[in-house]
């Protein structure tokens, strides 16, 4: 089948509710291979109050499984007094401007009706200084929940000061930080990972800033990352948990080696990232460096984990800074590089459109423009850049060639095929730099992904790719005239500029 037109019809069953976002061939315990990442204050306003909502979120639900994903991270959504919610004051509620506890229950059974799972940011390393705990605290040093921060009689880099005395805040003074050794404090996170597991029905965490659990020191990181881990697979043995440790690829293998899930893999995002990297324009040999990055991958991260691969999320630049705005096929090819990661890949909310920010936090976390700017949700307090690169979803949705649905493609292939996100990879070699031959197995599957990130178009043969892959069964193209063509008795495989295609064997 023509790979455009199977696409339109996953998505069309998707959004009719036919088909699970998530791979159908998945088992019910796997996590998906695809998510999506949404701050709720700048994503969808149902009630009209000029902020984006749970309700609202629920109302998107067919539009991110049209995407392809299966699984969706909520930012915070818990009690908070600052914009982003990352300094918690209620670890057992909602924030009044997202809803309520039955609107995030009513967001969980509709989102599980079509296959789809929920995980919730869990920031516990520190709270916020006007959480009550921390209040009592501040009282002085036998007050109660005193002894569930950690203090010190004189000035420490990383500490602030409250009544005489300093205690441990190494973001900034409003999120004084946890004792994590506490037997108190554990048995409450042990109880907030109940509530929200078994009563509230979410499907795992998303959990923070994880390097600063013990800042400095790895080892006790990792030690209670595997206690996290233990207590929340004895309360759901089958709930996700992707941690973000922003360090280099060493370090992430060595936190993998935790019993957290999964792990974001930094070094593919950003602007001096793998994929940036592979698509800059002073790189003659695109295909190489791809190959290159994914045997790295391959070889540093442990047998058995799930990366979790992206480009661009909450805290870094958006993608389309370093493709451009202006070269509309290299922020796809962005997209497609992503998209053939192996793990499970993650896209920020407005990534599929070509939404834009950098700088301060707010500029990354505007509006999602469904329509019209007119309409879009006002950007949180401090951004200082609010623009649109690109149309919006509803002018997207109707152009067969846009990024939108280059996205849906993308994902639907990555959903055809369960070898390109699980399977182990092998880089073959080839005499063409500007090319990537990558092997893909995964249990009885086989396929062959060739990979052009050139601008360049490249004419095959049969010996530049391995024997065997003799059927094209999918492509990638950024350019709607061009198509890849295989003819087993002519010239071999034609790749256009920034292309991809799936060979199999017969």
């Known amino acids: 089948m023509n790979t455009r037109i199977f696409c339109l019809l996953l998505s069309l069953a998707l959004l009719l509710g036919l088909c699970p976002a998530a791979s159908c061939e998945a088992p019910q315990d796997a996590p998906p291979d695809a998510w999506y990442e949404i701050f709720v204050r700048s994503f969808y306003d149902s009630d009209g109050d000029g902020l984006g909502d749970l309700r609202g979120v629920a109302e998107k639900l067919d539009y991110i499984a049209s995407l392809g994903c299966g699984g969706i991270w909520l930012m915070p959504v818990m009690p908070s007094p600052s914009y982003h919610k990352y300094d918690v004051t209620d670890y057992y509620a909602i924030d009044p401007e997202y809803g309520t506890l039955d609107d995030m229950r009513a967001l969980m059974e509709q989102a599980h009706a079509r296959g789809m799972r929920v995980i919730l940011d869990l ?134 080696e935790s019993r957290v899930d999964s ?39 442990p047998t058995g984990t799930i990366p979790a691969p992206f480009t661009e999320n909450h805290d870094t630049g958006r993608t389309v800074g370093f493709t451009g705005r202006s070269d509309p096929a290299k922020t796809k090819m962005a997209g497609g590089l992503l998209c053939l990661m192996r793990g499970a890949v993650f896209l920020y909310y407005g990534q599929e459109i070509g939404m834009v920010g950098s700088g301060e936090d707010p500029n990354k976390r505007i509006g999602m423009l469904w329509t019209d700017e007119a309409s879009t949700i006002a950007p949180p307090p401090g951004a200082t850049q609010v623009e649109y690169a690109y149309p919006s979803v509803a002018e997207q949705d109707a152009d067969p060639g846009s990024l939108l649905n280059y996205y849906r493609e993308a994902l639907a292939l990555r959903a055809q095929f369960p070898a390109i996100a699980r399977g182990a990879s092998t880089v073959l070699p080839c005499e063409e730099e500007r090319i990537c031959l990558i092997e893909r197995r995964w249990e009885d599957e086989e396929l062959l992904l060739v990979v052009n990130p050139s601008v360049s178009s490249m004419q095959l043969t049969p010996e530049h790719y391995a024997p065997g892959y003799d059927t094209l069964s999918a492509y990638l193209c950024t350019d709607p005239e061009g198509v890849v063509i295989y003819q087993p008795e002519g010239t071999g495989l034609r790749m256009p500029p920034r292309s991809i295609a799936i060979l199999t064997k017969d």
């Open 123 to 256: 920031p516990v390393n520190h709270c916020s200084s006007e959480h009550p705990w921390f209040q009592s605290a501040a009282q002085g040093p036998d007050a109660p929940y005193r002894d569930w921060f950690r203090w010190s009689g004189q000035p420490q880099d990383g500490y602030s000061e409250c009544g005489g005395a300093w205690y441990e805040s190494r973001f900034v003074a409003s999120m004084p930080d946890l004792d994590l050794d506490h037997p108190a404090v554990r048995e409450e996170i042990a109880a907030i990972l109940r509530f929200w597991l078994e009563d509230v029905g979410a499907d795992g965490f998303r959990l923070d800033a994880v390097t600063s659990y013990y800042t400095g020191d790895t080892e006790r990181n990792i030690a209670f990352l595997d206690w996290l881990a233990d207590t929340a697979h004895a309360i759901r043995p089958d709930c996700f948990l992707v941690a973000e440790a922003w360090t280099d690829l060493g370090s992430i293998a060595r936190y993998s």
């Open 263 to 301: 792990f974001f893999t930094f070094p593919v995002s950003q602007s001096e990232g793998y994929i940036a990297k592979t698509l800059a324009r002073s790189n003659r040999h695109p295909g190489r460096s791809y190959g290159e990055y994914t045997a790295l991958l391959e070889e540093t991260l």
